[in-house]
Protein backbone atom coordinates (compact mmCIF):
# COMPACT_ATOMS: atom_id res chain seq x y z
CA UNK A 1 0.00 0.00 0.00
CA UNK A 2 3.03 2.46 0.66
CA UNK A 3 4.42 1.50 -2.39
CA UNK A 4 0.75 2.47 -4.72
CA UNK A 5 0.56 5.62 -1.95
CA UNK A 6 3.98 7.24 -2.85
CA UNK A 7 3.14 5.89 -6.55
CA UNK A 8 -0.25 8.10 -6.61
CA UNK A 9 1.49 10.82 -5.08
CA UNK A 10 4.46 11.34 -7.35
CA UNK A 11 1.86 11.20 -10.18
CA UNK A 12 -0.03 14.10 -8.85
CA UNK A 13 3.01 16.34 -7.87
CA UNK A 14 4.07 15.78 -12.00
CA UNK A 15 0.36 16.23 -12.70
CA UNK A 16 0.63 19.71 -10.84
CA UNK A 17 3.89 20.54 -12.37
CA UNK A 18 2.74 20.28 -15.50
CA UNK A 19 -0.08 22.17 -14.73
CA UNK A 20 1.59 25.88 -13.44
CA UNK A 21 0.86 28.27 -15.60
CA UNK A 22 3.72 28.58 -18.23
CA UNK A 23 4.48 31.27 -21.26
CA UNK A 24 4.96 29.83 -24.82
CA UNK A 25 6.59 31.85 -27.32
CA UNK A 26 6.76 30.88 -30.98
CA UNK A 27 8.38 33.30 -33.35
CA UNK A 28 8.37 33.23 -37.07
CA UNK A 29 10.81 35.86 -38.12
CA UNK A 30 11.40 36.32 -41.89
CA UNK A 31 15.20 36.69 -42.74
CA UNK A 32 16.65 35.36 -39.62
CA UNK A 33 17.95 31.98 -40.28
CA UNK A 34 20.29 30.50 -37.44
CA UNK A 35 20.15 33.69 -35.57
CA UNK A 36 20.23 33.37 -31.78
CA UNK A 37 17.03 35.27 -30.20
CA UNK A 38 17.26 36.33 -26.71
CA UNK A 39 14.82 37.46 -23.94
CA UNK A 40 15.98 40.47 -22.11
CA UNK A 41 14.77 42.51 -19.34
CA UNK A 42 16.07 45.66 -17.16
CA UNK A 43 16.64 44.56 -13.39
CA UNK A 44 18.23 46.81 -10.58
CA UNK A 45 20.22 48.86 -13.24
CA UNK A 46 21.00 45.22 -15.52
CA UNK A 47 20.24 43.79 -17.87
CA UNK A 48 19.44 40.33 -17.51
CA UNK A 49 18.73 36.89 -19.77
CA UNK A 50 15.28 35.17 -19.03
CA UNK A 51 15.17 32.77 -22.03
CA UNK A 52 16.72 32.00 -25.46
CA UNK A 53 16.44 29.94 -28.67
CA UNK A 54 18.02 29.16 -31.83
CA UNK A 55 15.55 30.13 -34.66
CA UNK A 56 15.67 27.44 -37.68
CA UNK A 57 14.73 29.45 -40.99
CA UNK A 58 12.83 32.26 -38.84
CA UNK A 59 10.82 29.95 -36.77
CA UNK A 60 12.11 29.62 -32.99
CA UNK A 61 10.15 29.03 -29.47
CA UNK A 62 10.67 29.54 -26.12
CA UNK A 63 8.67 28.05 -23.34
CA UNK A 64 8.83 29.06 -19.12
CA UNK A 65 6.82 30.47 -16.44
CA UNK A 66 7.00 34.01 -15.22
CA UNK A 67 5.67 35.57 -11.84
CA UNK A 68 3.68 38.38 -13.38
CA UNK A 69 3.55 39.67 -16.77
CA UNK A 70 6.37 42.21 -17.06
CA UNK A 71 7.91 44.48 -20.57
CA UNK A 72 10.65 42.60 -21.86
CA UNK A 73 12.26 42.80 -25.32
CA UNK A 74 13.23 40.13 -27.77
CA UNK A 75 16.64 40.72 -28.98
CA UNK A 76 18.85 39.58 -31.82
CA UNK A 77 21.84 38.37 -30.46
CA UNK A 78 24.46 40.42 -31.49
CA UNK A 79 22.62 42.07 -33.78
CA UNK A 80 20.60 45.18 -33.26
CA UNK A 81 17.32 44.21 -33.56
CA UNK A 82 14.83 44.24 -31.00
CA UNK A 83 11.57 44.24 -29.85
CA UNK A 84 9.58 45.26 -26.95
CA UNK A 85 6.34 43.50 -25.61
CA UNK A 86 4.51 42.21 -22.12
CA UNK A 87 5.88 38.22 -21.74
CA UNK A 88 3.23 36.43 -19.54
CA UNK A 89 2.21 32.79 -18.83
CA UNK A 90 0.29 32.52 -22.39
CA UNK A 91 0.87 31.12 -25.63
CA UNK A 92 2.09 34.40 -27.39
CA UNK A 93 2.93 34.48 -31.43
CA UNK A 94 5.74 37.05 -32.71
CA UNK A 95 5.82 37.53 -36.84
CA UNK A 96 7.86 39.86 -38.34
CA UNK A 97 10.82 40.42 -40.30
CA UNK A 98 14.31 40.55 -38.87
CA UNK A 99 15.29 43.75 -40.23
CA UNK A 100 11.97 45.40 -39.00
CA UNK A 101 11.41 43.92 -35.75
CA UNK A 102 10.63 46.50 -33.82
CA UNK A 103 7.53 46.32 -35.92
CA UNK A 104 6.93 42.69 -35.06
CA UNK A 105 3.15 41.59 -34.81
CA UNK A 106 2.28 40.46 -30.75
CA UNK A 107 -0.53 38.88 -29.99
CA UNK A 108 -1.93 36.68 -27.26
CA UNK A 109 -0.58 38.40 -24.52
CA UNK A 110 -3.79 40.55 -22.69
CA UNK A 111 -1.71 42.65 -21.00
CA UNK A 112 0.70 43.74 -24.64
CA UNK A 113 -2.84 44.10 -25.88
CA UNK A 114 -3.10 46.56 -23.27
CA UNK A 115 -0.43 48.11 -23.62
CA UNK A 116 -0.90 48.87 -27.67
CA UNK A 117 -4.24 50.43 -26.71
CA UNK A 118 -2.84 53.08 -24.12
CA UNK A 119 0.19 53.26 -27.32
CA UNK A 120 -2.19 53.95 -29.65
CA UNK A 121 -4.36 56.11 -27.69
CA UNK A 122 -1.42 58.65 -27.04
CA UNK A 123 0.07 57.97 -30.59
CA UNK A 124 -1.83 61.44 -32.12
CA UNK A 125 -0.48 63.67 -29.22
CA UNK A 126 3.00 61.41 -29.07
CA UNK A 127 3.52 62.66 -32.98
CA UNK A 128 2.52 66.35 -32.71
CA UNK A 129 4.86 66.87 -29.36
CA UNK A 130 8.19 65.09 -31.31
CA UNK A 131 7.12 67.49 -34.55
CA UNK A 132 7.02 70.29 -32.31
CA UNK A 133 10.34 69.29 -31.33
CA UNK A 134 12.10 69.71 -34.61
CA UNK A 135 10.61 73.10 -34.83
CA UNK A 136 12.03 73.85 -31.27
CA UNK A 137 15.12 72.72 -32.25
CA UNK A 138 15.39 74.87 -35.39
CA UNK A 139 13.95 77.81 -33.79
CA UNK A 140 16.64 77.54 -31.30
CA UNK A 141 19.40 77.14 -34.02
CA UNK A 142 18.22 80.38 -35.47
CA UNK A 143 17.68 82.03 -31.79
CA UNK A 144 14.22 83.02 -32.79
CA UNK A 145 12.74 84.26 -29.08
CA UNK A 146 9.69 84.27 -29.93
CA UNK A 147 9.14 81.60 -31.71
CA UNK A 148 10.60 79.16 -29.01
CA UNK A 149 8.86 80.48 -26.84
CA UNK A 150 5.61 80.01 -28.21
CA UNK A 151 6.38 76.22 -28.73
CA UNK A 152 7.38 76.15 -25.51
CA UNK A 153 3.79 76.81 -24.22
CA UNK A 154 1.99 74.61 -26.85
CA UNK A 155 4.64 72.35 -26.00
CA UNK A 156 3.21 72.73 -21.79
CA UNK A 157 0.32 71.97 -23.09
CA UNK A 158 0.41 68.94 -24.80
CA UNK A 159 2.59 67.51 -21.98
CA UNK A 160 -0.61 68.05 -19.97
CA UNK A 161 -2.66 66.53 -22.39
CA UNK A 162 -0.44 63.13 -22.22
CA UNK A 163 -0.19 63.71 -18.27
CA UNK A 164 -3.74 63.23 -18.40
CA UNK A 165 -4.02 60.39 -20.35
CA UNK A 166 -1.62 58.52 -18.41
CA UNK A 167 -3.69 59.21 -15.32
CA UNK A 168 -7.02 58.23 -16.58
CA UNK A 169 -5.06 54.92 -17.75
CA UNK A 170 -3.82 54.05 -14.49
CA UNK A 171 -7.70 55.31 -12.82
CA UNK A 172 -9.49 53.48 -15.23
CA UNK A 173 -7.23 49.99 -15.22
CA UNK A 174 -6.68 49.07 -12.00
CA UNK A 175 -6.14 45.09 -12.87
CA UNK A 176 -3.56 45.78 -15.87
CA UNK A 177 0.15 45.34 -15.11
CA UNK A 178 0.47 48.08 -17.04
CA UNK A 179 -0.57 50.75 -14.98
CA UNK A 180 2.06 50.77 -12.36
CA UNK A 181 5.29 50.85 -15.22
CA UNK A 182 2.91 54.20 -16.54
CA UNK A 183 2.42 55.59 -13.38
CA UNK A 184 6.24 55.58 -12.52
CA UNK A 185 6.95 57.64 -16.10
CA UNK A 186 4.57 60.33 -14.66
CA UNK A 187 5.40 59.71 -10.86
CA UNK A 188 8.08 62.62 -11.16
CA UNK A 189 5.73 65.36 -11.28
CA UNK A 190 3.44 63.94 -8.06
CA UNK A 191 3.63 64.22 -4.46
CA UNK A 192 4.12 61.38 -2.18
CA UNK A 193 -0.05 61.47 -1.48
CA UNK A 194 -0.95 61.03 -5.17
CA UNK A 195 1.38 57.92 -5.70
CA UNK A 196 0.33 55.89 -2.62
CA UNK A 197 -3.43 56.55 -3.82
CA UNK A 198 -2.99 55.64 -7.04
CA UNK A 199 -1.09 52.44 -6.33
CA UNK A 200 -3.72 51.49 -3.50
CA UNK A 201 -6.32 51.67 -5.94
CA UNK A 202 -4.60 49.02 -7.65
CA UNK A 203 -5.90 45.49 -7.87
CA UNK A 204 -3.59 43.78 -4.97
CA UNK A 205 -1.90 41.41 -7.08
CA UNK A 206 -0.72 44.35 -9.47
CA UNK A 207 0.10 46.44 -6.16
CA UNK A 208 2.86 43.65 -5.31
CA UNK A 209 4.74 43.92 -8.38
CA UNK A 210 8.41 45.28 -7.90
CA UNK A 211 7.54 48.36 -9.61
CA UNK A 212 4.68 49.41 -7.32
CA UNK A 213 6.56 48.73 -4.13
CA UNK A 214 9.50 50.52 -5.37
CA UNK A 215 7.17 53.76 -6.02
CA UNK A 216 5.29 53.18 -2.78
CA UNK A 217 8.90 53.27 -1.33
CA UNK A 218 10.01 56.12 -2.88
CA UNK A 219 6.96 58.04 -2.01
CA UNK A 220 7.59 57.34 1.55
CA UNK A 221 11.04 59.02 0.81
CA UNK A 222 9.43 61.65 -0.74
CA UNK A 223 7.25 62.62 2.23
CA UNK A 224 10.52 62.87 4.28
CA UNK A 225 11.87 65.76 1.79
CA UNK A 226 8.43 67.33 1.35
CA UNK A 227 7.63 71.36 1.70
CA UNK A 228 7.84 71.93 5.47
CA UNK A 229 9.61 69.20 6.36
CA UNK A 230 13.19 69.59 7.73
CA UNK A 231 15.84 68.73 5.00
CA UNK A 232 17.73 65.47 5.89
CA UNK A 233 21.57 66.09 6.52
CA UNK A 234 24.25 64.44 4.20
CA UNK A 235 28.02 64.87 3.51
CA UNK A 236 29.86 64.23 -0.04
CA UNK A 237 32.95 65.84 -1.34
CA UNK A 238 33.82 68.97 -2.95
CA UNK A 239 36.03 69.24 -6.20
CA UNK A 240 38.65 69.15 -4.18
CA UNK A 241 38.00 65.71 -2.59
CA UNK A 242 36.99 67.55 0.86
CA UNK A 243 33.96 66.60 2.72
CA UNK A 244 30.88 69.60 2.67
CA UNK A 245 28.20 68.83 4.49
CA UNK A 246 24.61 70.27 3.73
CA UNK A 247 24.22 71.94 6.82
CA UNK A 248 27.25 73.31 7.08
CA UNK A 249 26.04 75.72 4.46
CA UNK A 250 22.33 75.95 6.17
CA UNK A 251 22.07 79.55 7.59
CA UNK A 252 21.73 82.11 5.29
CA UNK A 253 18.04 83.28 4.62
CA UNK A 254 17.44 80.56 1.46
CA UNK A 255 19.45 77.77 0.48
CA UNK A 256 18.83 76.11 -2.87
CA UNK A 257 20.11 72.31 -3.12
CA UNK A 258 20.53 71.89 -6.45
CA UNK A 259 20.94 68.12 -8.14
CA UNK A 260 22.27 68.20 -12.27
CA UNK A 261 25.27 66.59 -14.07
CA UNK A 262 26.90 67.63 -16.81
CA UNK A 263 25.36 65.04 -19.09
CA UNK A 264 22.05 66.31 -18.54
CA UNK A 265 20.75 68.18 -21.40
CA UNK A 266 18.10 69.86 -19.63
CA UNK A 267 20.01 70.82 -16.39
CA UNK A 268 22.92 72.77 -18.56
CA UNK A 269 19.89 74.85 -20.41
CA UNK A 270 18.53 75.74 -16.79
CA UNK A 271 22.24 76.61 -15.42
CA UNK A 272 21.90 80.00 -17.07
CA UNK A 273 18.50 80.74 -14.91
CA UNK A 274 20.32 79.68 -11.53
CA UNK A 275 23.40 81.65 -12.70
CA UNK A 276 20.72 84.23 -13.04
CA UNK A 277 19.01 84.36 -9.69
CA UNK A 278 22.35 83.84 -7.31
CA UNK A 279 23.87 86.44 -9.39
CA UNK A 280 21.24 89.22 -8.51
CA UNK A 281 20.04 87.39 -4.23
CA UNK A 282 23.69 86.15 -3.66
CA UNK A 283 24.37 89.33 -1.51
CA UNK A 284 20.91 89.37 0.20
CA UNK A 285 21.14 85.67 1.80
CA UNK A 286 20.87 83.26 -1.05
CA UNK A 287 22.85 80.49 -1.74
CA UNK A 288 23.40 77.55 -3.65
CA UNK A 289 25.30 73.85 -2.72
CA UNK A 290 24.81 71.99 -6.68
CA UNK A 291 24.83 67.69 -6.00
CA UNK A 292 26.50 66.39 -9.04
CA UNK A 293 25.00 63.18 -10.38
CA UNK A 294 27.97 62.91 -12.51
CA UNK A 295 30.51 59.71 -13.05
CA UNK A 296 33.11 61.56 -14.37
CA UNK A 297 34.93 63.87 -12.39
CA UNK A 298 36.69 65.78 -15.60
CA UNK A 299 33.32 66.61 -17.02
CA UNK A 300 31.56 67.64 -13.43
CA UNK A 301 34.46 70.26 -13.18
CA UNK A 302 34.53 71.14 -16.73
CA UNK A 303 30.47 71.78 -17.01
CA UNK A 304 31.20 73.69 -13.71
CA UNK A 305 33.26 76.00 -15.33
CA UNK A 306 31.80 76.38 -18.37
CA UNK A 307 28.09 77.68 -17.26
CA UNK A 308 30.39 79.86 -14.38
CA UNK A 309 28.63 77.81 -11.56
CA UNK A 310 30.48 79.53 -8.91
CA UNK A 311 28.97 78.13 -5.65
CA UNK A 312 29.76 75.18 -4.02
CA UNK A 313 29.45 71.45 -5.37
CA UNK A 314 29.56 67.63 -4.36
CA UNK A 315 29.33 64.89 -5.56
CA UNK A 316 30.47 61.27 -4.95
CA UNK A 317 30.56 60.66 -9.26
CA UNK A 318 27.95 57.46 -8.40
CA UNK A 319 26.17 58.55 -11.33
CA UNK A 320 21.91 57.51 -9.82
CA UNK A 321 22.63 56.15 -7.07
CA UNK A 322 24.16 59.19 -5.71
CA UNK A 323 23.82 59.36 -1.91
CA UNK A 324 21.83 62.17 -1.67
CA UNK A 325 19.57 61.73 -4.49
CA UNK A 326 18.60 58.72 -2.92
CA UNK A 327 18.07 59.72 0.29
CA UNK A 328 15.96 63.25 -1.47
CA UNK A 329 13.94 60.60 -3.28
CA UNK A 330 15.58 62.37 -7.00
CA UNK A 331 14.49 60.29 -10.22
CA UNK A 332 14.60 63.16 -12.79
CA UNK A 333 17.30 66.40 -13.11
CA UNK A 334 17.06 69.06 -12.34
CA UNK A 335 15.95 68.41 -8.98
CA UNK A 336 16.09 71.61 -6.22
CA UNK A 337 14.79 71.96 -2.89
CA UNK A 338 15.13 75.38 -1.41
CA UNK A 339 15.92 75.71 2.20
CA UNK A 340 15.61 78.25 5.00
CA UNK A 341 17.82 79.33 7.84
CA UNK A 342 16.97 76.62 9.77
CA UNK A 343 16.69 73.91 6.91
CA UNK A 344 13.35 73.59 6.22
CA UNK A 345 12.23 72.85 2.82
CA UNK A 346 10.10 75.73 1.44
CA UNK A 347 10.02 74.53 -1.87
CA UNK A 348 11.05 72.58 -4.19
CA UNK A 349 11.71 71.78 -8.09
CA UNK A 350 11.86 75.50 -9.02
CA UNK A 351 12.87 76.20 -12.11
CA UNK A 352 13.53 79.39 -14.68
CA UNK A 353 10.76 82.81 -14.00
CA UNK A 354 9.10 80.37 -10.89
CA UNK A 355 12.89 80.25 -9.07
CA UNK A 356 13.51 84.04 -9.54
CA UNK A 357 9.84 84.86 -8.58
CA UNK A 358 10.32 82.52 -5.23
CA UNK A 359 13.36 84.03 -4.29
CA UNK A 360 12.32 87.38 -4.97
CA UNK A 361 9.32 86.83 -2.98
CA UNK A 362 11.17 85.78 0.27
CA UNK A 363 14.14 87.74 0.19
CA UNK A 364 12.76 90.79 -0.98
CA UNK A 365 13.61 93.12 -3.64
Given at each position: MRKIASLTFAILFVYACNNEPRYTITGNIEGADSVTFLIQKRDAGRIITIDSAFSKTGSFRMSGSVEYPDLVQLVAKDQRYRVSFYLENASINITGTLD????????????????????????????????????????????????????????????????????????????????????RNISYDMEAEEIEAAINAMDTNVAKIPVAKDLMARAASMKAVSIGHKAPDFTLNDVNGNPVSLYSKVGSKLLLIDFWAAWCGPCRQENPNVVKVYSQFHKKGFDILGVSLDESKEDWVKAIADDKLIWSHVSDLQYWSNAAARMYAVNAIPANFLLDANGIIVARNLRGQDLYNKVSEIIGN
Open positions: SLYKADITGSKTHDEYKAYVESNRALSEKYNAMYQDYQAARQTNDTAKISAIEKEAGEIQNQMKQLQLDFVKNNPSSYVAPSIL
